[in-house]
């Protein structure tokens, strides 16, 4: 699998900094491109710049009053909790607006490079703001850069669109802003409600012709029942619904080790992960593929690692799982966090799944949450949700 893959990148993403005591570090996304440099994934792969998010590209989903109470907090950084600024996961800061618009201009510039042919896959590993509302900043995120890109490709004449969501947290802010819109096909797989911030995300949630679409897992899932969710679920759809563009957002906070949730994928399961959703890409959309990171909150051991192997992926040579961590990087990462680095590329796991075609379990959890999404929407697709 092969194609022009695009990485858009500008050292000032890392300044959406919401202080050094917030789950969500810019450290993160530095060590993800040093590795991807150190191990030569870069170099088979364009990198490009980007420029911010103008006001009407950003009111394509947002409130212009919401875009300009983000503008007077980032004056000085005085909190307005109306907009969801100024609360312990949203903090006030200077230069909110400037750090935020430039990130969904990174996506923006991803979906243009996609829309006009200059690149098969673009990437924005910063973005993936997916909890920001039309009025409002939620869950890290100030604006929310993958609606943006999915509305800017609207109102260029793109009639179907799928965006599929793999971050372990609900994609709230994407279901939202297209909740109604037939067009935009939302999928979203990511630990129960029950159990995880925001609290959406429940299979009922069906939007308009069974365009919205959530899987919701139990806590504790891990690779083999991940996969098997996802295999149940997702390609069945993007095979239905036939997508102009495929876009993704890849959070990794469904790692094992990640301090804010509960689902126990490894490396190797989010790798397999990437694998999956580049060939729907091909197969469903004509390669035209879209992705941006998300969430993901150990910093060291987890996120520049899966997105390293995201980028690698986009680009057509995945990255060997034995291969080691560049000592380069090593030691960066003791100099910049003062922690151990990892020393491989993933996990060291066989992330082997068993897919429904044998039937399911009813008291299985996991098959209980499959069966909950496919009989909510398959029929609303044509397809028979029965394996």
């Excluded at 080790?257 to 990437?274: F, K, T």
């Excluded at 057509?316 to 000592?327: F, I, L, N, Q, Y």
């Excluded at 003062?338 to 020393?343: D, N, S, V």
Aim: net charge negative.
């Amino acid at each position: 699998m092969s194609g022009a893959a695009r990485v858009i990148w500008d050292d000032a993403l890392t300044s959406y900094d919401f202080g050094p005591d917030h789950p969500l570090a810019p450290v993160r996304v530095e060590l993800t491109m040093a590795l991807a440099r150190d191990l030569g994934v870069l170099e088979r792969v364009e990198l490009a710049g980007c420029a911010p998010a103008t006001d009407d590209e950003l009111a394509l989903v947002h409130k212009r009053g919401y875009i300009e109470a983000v503008k007077r907090v980032s004056v000085a950084g005085m909190p307005d909790v109306s907009a969801g600024l100024g609360t312990s996961d949203n903090p006030a800061f200077a230069g909110v607006h400037e750090a935020s618009a430039l990130i969904a201009g990174a996506t923006l510039a991803a979906a243009r490079a996609v829309f006009d042919g200059t690149a098969e896959h673009a990437l924005n590993v910063a973005g993936g703001l997916h909890h920001a509302m039309a009025a409002t900043a939620s869950g890290f995120c100030v604006y929310n850069d993958p609606a943006v890109a999915i509305a800017w490709l609207l109102s260029k004449g793109v009639t179907k669109i799928a965006y599929v969501d793999v971050d372990v947290h609900h994609g709230d802010g994407v279901q939202a802003m297209f909740y109604d819109d037939p067009r935009v096909l939302t999928i979203s797989l990511h630990e129960s409600p029950r159990t995880l911030f925001p609290g959406t995300g429940w299979p009922e949630e069906t939007g308009a012709e069974g365009s919205a679409v959530n899987v919701a897992l139990p806590a504790g899932c891990g690779d083999g029942g991940w996969l098997r969710a996802f295999d149940a679920v997702v390609p069945p759809l993007l095979h239905a619904f036939r997508p102009e563009i495929l876009v993704t957002q890849h959070g990794c906070d469904s790692h094992a080790l990640d301090p804010l949730a509960n689902l126990m994928l490894s490396l190797d399961g989010q790798r397999a992960a990437y694998a999956a959703l580049h060939r729907l890409a091909h197969e469903t959309a004509g390669g035209k593929w879209i992705a941006t990171g998300g969430g993901g909150y150990e910093l060291v051991q987890v996120v520049p690692r899966a997105w390293t192997h995201l980028m690698a992926e986009a680009s057509g040579s995945p990255v060997d799982p034995a291969t080691r961590t560049p000592e380069s990087w090593q030691r960066f990462v003791r100099e910049r966090t003062g922690e151990t680095p990892p020393l491989t590329m993933t996990d060291g796991r066989s992330p082997e799944f068993r897919d429904l075609s044998g039937g399911y379990d009813p008291a299985d959890p996991i098959d209980r949450a499959i069966m909950a999404t496919r009989n909510a929407v398959f029929p609303l697709h044509g397809i028979d949700p029965l394996p």
